[in-house]
């Protein structure tokens, strides 16, 4: 008899840790079918990731949801709505949209940018861009004979950037007397950058023509080129190099495939 009893009670103790066990893996039992926690799990991770910290609240919200999809899934199979061909279509988008998704992000990992990536990418940015950035002023006109009548009066004390405002048919520079702020030399065509670079800081250039029409340059400034700091645009540079090499994957995966 005591033996008996004895078993009894191991046989309740294991019966009670199995509902337990049971009972940690689903959050509720919804007519009859459980719904497990791993739904609030997936749900909580979305959440978290559009930026919203998961609080006590928001873990109950979350809870909620997931036993309110369960009831009104439960429905829609009922109404037979889970074997129409409408439905049938949005789960095979669903289902692409998902695999498509865990393809870039396993590639994303595999292919991480590291910050050699970015040292080199700025090394190059810094190449292309370094050397000497320039300050001038121009007064554009369409014919040499307007150029040299402006070149004449600046030499008898014309005012550069009063002429510039009045005469000049470059609208944007024009309303500011000329001015182009700070640029490097590749930013101008070839012609104007020639001439630009031979002038000396204050000094008028003779018309330069240029597809534009002809120019009168004044050079203003020149400095050293002001380029951000690597840590400034270290993001930007990441982001730049991901996009590229997803974008650059996508297509090896186009060029391969066979498509009739």
């Known amino acids: 008899m005591k033996k008996q009893l004895i078993w009894s009670a191991v046989a309740a103790a294991a019966f009670t840790t199995l509902s337990l066990s049971a009972a940690a893996q689903n959050i509720a039992i919804v007519n009859g079918k ?47 709505l889970d074997a129409t061909p409408e439905y049938k279509v949005q789960i095979e988008l669903a289902r692409q949209t998902i695999l498509i998704r865990e393809l870039f992000a396993e590639f994303q990992k595999t292919s991480a940018v590291t910050d050699a990536d970015v040292q080199a990418e700025y090394d190059k940015f810094v190449a292309a861009n370094g050397g000497k950035e320039y300050r001038a002023r121009h007064i554009l006109v369409e014919t040499k004979a307007q150029a040299d009548a402006i070149l004449a009066s600046l030499k008898k004390n014309g005012k550069f950037e009063d002429i510039a405002k009045k005469q000049s048919k470059d609208p944007g520079s024009g309303a500011n007397g ?15 950058s020639d001439a630009m670079v031979a002038l000396n800081k204050g000094q008028v250039s003779a018309p330069v023509q240029s597809q534009f029409g002809f120019h009168i340059i004044r050079l203003d400034d020149v400095r050293e080129a002001q380029l951000p700091k690597l840590e400034d645009v270290k993001p930007q540079i990441s982001q730049q190099l991901t996009q590229q090499r997803m974008a650059a994957f996508q297509q090896e995966l186009r060029s391969k495939a066979k498509v009739e």
Do not use: C, H
């Not at 979305?46 to 109950?60: F, H, M």
């Not at 182009?180 to 030399?185: E, Q, S, V």
């Open 178 to 192: 000329g001015d182009l702020d700070w640029a490097a030399p590749g930013n101008y065509v070839k012609e104007f």
């Open 34 to 80: 459980a719904v497990p926690t791993t739904r609030v799990e997936a749900l909580a991770q979305q959440v978290a990731r559009s930026g919203r910290p998961i609080t006590p609240d928001v873990e109950a919200q979350i809870k909620e949801e997931v036993i309110a999809r369960e009831i009104f899934m439960q429905e829609a199979q009922k109404r037979g």
